[in-house]
């Protein structure tokens, strides 16, 4: 009795491998396909909402596609990735995006500050401290100065001295109304000189009267009309005529040592009506001076 075992095709066993062969990797690419379009749906999730529970979600969504029981660890695994790469996008994405910073072209340049105004950063300069040993000798100077020109000018421009000539200027005025000599009659007024001084009297009548002006001694009684002089050229032209209102003339003189006068006007009648005053020498005087008699 023969056992005749059927004979199997070689070709039937060719084909039937290769759809076993080409089942399984349609599994496996339909595996990977599933766990493809779960990260990409995480990925996309995370860009579009910014947020860990779409990453989240995206990944859980990787992880629960359908496969296979024989290859559950592979595609566990690669539900883990999947989740992975979603926290890193979106941790990328949730971040701020920090300034870039602009690098410098000269590294080697350095800052400045501003520049501070030198009058704010300069103190005030204090004041400064006078100096009262000079400011003293330059008033006490000073004071002497004007205590010599108040003593040789005691009616302002009317009275001038040359201590190194030893000159005396005065001007002398007929009025300036009546019966005056610059304001002063009947002996008012007293003009006193240095020892030994040049005298030049310059006469001017102010008054509408003729007058003039002669030096006469200081004793005796007044004269009723000008005559012969105290002193040499003592005197002023048309001594009895008078000169008329703003006539002017001089007399130059020079005095003794010491001596007491009087100046009056030569027309007659006009001394006695006291058109007349004082002239001293004083022989402790160190400059002349004029002003109202002292008694």
């Not at 004071?143 to 000539?165: C, F, P, R, V």
Request: aromatic content about 4%.
């Amino acid at each position: 009795m023969h056992n005749h075992t059927p004979r199997r095709h070689p070709g039937l066993l060719l084909a039937g491998t290769v759809l076993v062969i080409g089942s399984a990797c349609s599994k496996g690419a339909d595996q990977r396909a599933a766990a493809d379009s779960g990260t990409s749906s995480a990925a996309v999730s995370a860009h579009t909402s910014g947020s860990t529970a779409s990453a989240t979600s995206g990944a859980s969504s990787g992880a629960t596609t359908p496969a296979p029981s024989d290859n559950t660890g592979p595609t566990s695994a690669t539900g883990s990735d999947s989740t992975t790469q979603a926290y890193a996008s979106s941790a990328s994405v949730a971040a701020p995006a920090k300034p870039r910073v602009r690098p410098n072209i000269d590294p080697g340049r350095l800052r400045t500050k501003p520049k501070t105004s030198s009058a704010a950063a300069t103190p005030p300069a204090s004041p400064a401290t006078p100096d009262t040993g000079s400011a003293a000798s330059a008033s006490s100077g000073s004071d002497s100065t004007q205590s010599q020109a108040a003593s040789s000018s005691q009616q302002g421009e009317d009275l001038k001295y040359d201590a190194a000539s030893n000159t005396v200027t005065f001007q002398l005025i007929g009025g300036p109304h009546g019966f005056q000599f610059n304001g002063f009659s009947s002996g008012g007024a007293t003009l006193t000189l240095p020892p030994k001084a040049n005298v030049v009297i310059n006469f001017v009548n102010k008054d509408g009267t003729p007058h003039s002006a002669e030096v006469i001694p200081g004793e005796g009684p007044i004269p009723n009309a000008g005559g012969d002089p105290a002193l040499p050229r003592a005197f002023t032209n048309q001594l009895l005529q008078g000169l008329p209102q703003e006539g002017t003339d001089n007399m130059k003189f020079t005095v003794p040592a010491t001596g007491s006068y009087r100046i009056f006007c030569g027309v007659p009648g006009h001394g006695l009506s006291g058109m007349w005053m004082w002239m001293k020498v004083d022989p402790a005087a160190k400059a002349p001076s004029f002003g109202a008699t002292k008694s």
